[in-house]
């Protein structure tokens, strides 16, 4: 039980930035936790891709195997959030290491239209690859929407990007105090209507 109560427990900071005129939510995620958290749209979550619990860091993780993340599911934007971060591992060749980015996106509306950047950054905050999805529709995942009547119904995505690093690089990248981040933006289409 303390084991359990210790998951519990979130470390997070959110800070409002300003970007481009836009009020941007940033939230450091890490330690898992229950309960819902609103944050302000759009909402950027970073998410340290070092150990956590029993979870070892992506550094340790072997070619073939994934890093698995659901920190950042108790954050909600609107009312989508992200449930999974998974990073896999798929091949080292010539020095190169090749990884898969999947961010499974969630959503309480029937059909909502959203905004997503993902960018893997090292430890100096540094972009090392990135890439963005406009007007990813996303929904509710409920047997309902398999009937006619709930034609327009969409449901949690999975959007994929590769990326290919520096293999001896991207490992000394985890050597210090500063750790490489997945940085997620993820920004819904809301309505003038839906803002009041």
Not at 8 to 14: D, E, R
Not at 48 to 53: I, Q, S
Not at 123 to 130: A, V
């Amino acid at each position: 039980m303390r084991i359990a109560a210790c998951h519990v427990a979130v470390v997070a900071t959110a800070v409002a930035l300003l970007s481009v005129g836009t009020a941007l939510a940033q939230v450091t995620v890490s330690k898992a936790t229950v309960a819902d958290e609103h944050a302000p749209c759009p909402m950027q979550l970073d998410v340290k891709l070092g150990p956590l619990g029993r979870r070892p860091s992506l550094r340790d993780v072997q070619v073939g195997h994934a890093w698995l993340s659901d920190e950042m599911q108790k954050y909600v934007c609107h009312t989508e959030r992200i449930a999974r971060l998974m990073v896999l591992k798929k091949s080292e060749k010539r020095g190169r290491l090749e990884m898969s980015i999947t961010t499974t996106v969630k959503s309480e509306q029937w059909r909502q239209d959203i905004d997503l950047t993902v960018s893997l950054l090292d430890s100096t905050g540094k972009q090392l690859c990135s890439n963005t999805w406009k007007d990813l529709t996303v929904g509710k995942d409920r047997e309902i929407s398999n009937y006619t009547w709930v034609t327009m119904a969409s449901r949690t995505k999975t959007p994929e990007m590769d990326c290919t690093v520096d293999a001896t690089r991207f490992a000394e990248m985890f050597s210090g105090d500063n750790l490489p981040e997945i940085r997620v933006v993820l920004n819904p289409k809301v309505d003038e209507e839906e803002k009041k």
